[in-house]
């Protein structure tokens, strides 16, 4: 019922920055949690970044200062600002929904998830 899209990944240099998007459609409401994830190869996915419908934004220790999260004034549109990138930060990455207006940082609790774009720093 929602569709997500991501764009903006890459390839980048450490040290420079990419700026990812999230679109998304469908049966969107302002009353969800969304947030971006990755998953490097052999890895847990991860939360990066959460948003919950009053605006208020969570951050994971390891981007803590180097990324940031965002929304348009419609919320049907989601970044993620990502500077000082590291080679460990190579990993496709998620943007996802809750479907609902619990907001936690375990990707069990979101609903509806994009198909992913890959980032990859050397």
């Known amino acids: 019922h929602v569709q997500l899209v991501e764009s903006g990944g890459g390839s980048v240099q450490a040290g420079g920055s990419l700026r990812l998007s999230c679109a998304a459609s469908?049966?969107?409401?302002?009353?969800?949690?969304t947030g971006w994830f990755r998953q490097a190869p052999g890895k847990e996915r991860e939360q990066l970044a959460r948003?919950?419908?009053?605006?208020?934004?969570s951050y994971a220790d390891s981007v803590k200062g180097r990324f940031t999260l965002s929304r348009d004034s419609a919320k049907t549109t989601l970044f993620l600002q990502m500077n000082s990138l590291k080679p460990e930060d190579t990993a496709m990455y998620y943007c996802a929904a809750s479907g609902s207006a619990w907001c936690t940082p375990f990707s069990s609790d979101f609903t509806y998830w994009g198909q992913g774009t890959q980032v990859t720093v050397s």
């Open positions: 469908g049966h969107t409401s302002s009353s969800y949690c």
């Open positions: 948003i919950d419908p009053q605006g208020g934004t």
